[in-house]
């Protein structure tokens, strides 16, 4: 018998087996790519963008996504400012109601998979970040799976990650105007 004593051939071959499997499982939770779009030109006059807003580019391709990273008691998201009032940049009326809203009143959108086909709808959701904690309802969704059509303001489809917010949000949350649009939060179910 010459393997070690501490980890015998055969443990090796369990510890190898065993954190292949670990791997395996750790992999399945994460939210990979559902399929790509091909970006079209925005036709003039589409696609504002007057908060910084993504315009898409024609012949790139762009990555969809059916899921959202996995809930946790603070799920990590990136904040972005969307206007959810007719003429804004959030395209057509929210999903939730058919509706627009007052950018005045702290409401976002949730990537498609937090969206949950709609089981989100006018809930409220506790929104951590800037040292501050604010709650929000939800009444759109920010699409992963389509873009780049007039639906959606000739912008891409949105990454599995996002809670784009009114600017009552940002302004709820304290951050200086010039800095609204992009900032790292966590947030949960209030
Ligand atoms: C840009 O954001 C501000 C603040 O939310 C909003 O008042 C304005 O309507 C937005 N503009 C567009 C075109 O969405
Ligand atoms: C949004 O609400 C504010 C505050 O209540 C109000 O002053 C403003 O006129 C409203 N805007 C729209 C577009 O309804």
Not at 75 to 102: I, M, Q, V, W
Not at 103 to 132: E, F, K, Q
Not at 154 to 170: E, F, R, T
Request: some cysteine.
């Amino acid at each position: 018998m010459k393997s070690s004593a501490i980890f015998p051939r055969g443990s090796t071959v369990l510890l190898v087996i065993l954190l292949s499997t670990i791997c395996l499982v750790t992999e399945a939770q994460q939210c990979r790519p559902s399929g790509r779009i091909r970006g079209r030109q925005p036709p003039p006059g589409q696609c504002n963008q007057e908060n910084d807003s993504d315009c898409c580019v024609e012949g790139k391709m762009y990555l969809t996504y059916r899921c959202s990273p996995p809930l946790s008691r603070h799920t990590k998201a990136y904040l972005t400012l969307n206007s959810f009032e007719a003429g804004g940049d959030g395209g057509g009326p929210s999903e939730c109601d058919n509706k627009y809203h007052n950018d005045s009143n702290r409401v976002v959108a949730l990537s498609t998979g937090w969206y949950n086909n709609g089981g989100r709808c006018h809930n409220h959701i506790r929104i951590n970040g800037n040292g501050r904690s604010v709650v929000a309802m939800v009444v759109d969704e920010c699409d992963s799976m389509e873009g780049c059509d007039v639906d959606h303001d000739y912008q891409p489809p949105c990454p599995n990650n996002i809670v784009d917010a009114s600017k009552a949000v940002w302004e709820a949350l304290g951050v200086p105007r010039g800095q609204w649009g992009g900032l790292d939060i966590t947030w949960s179910d209030a």
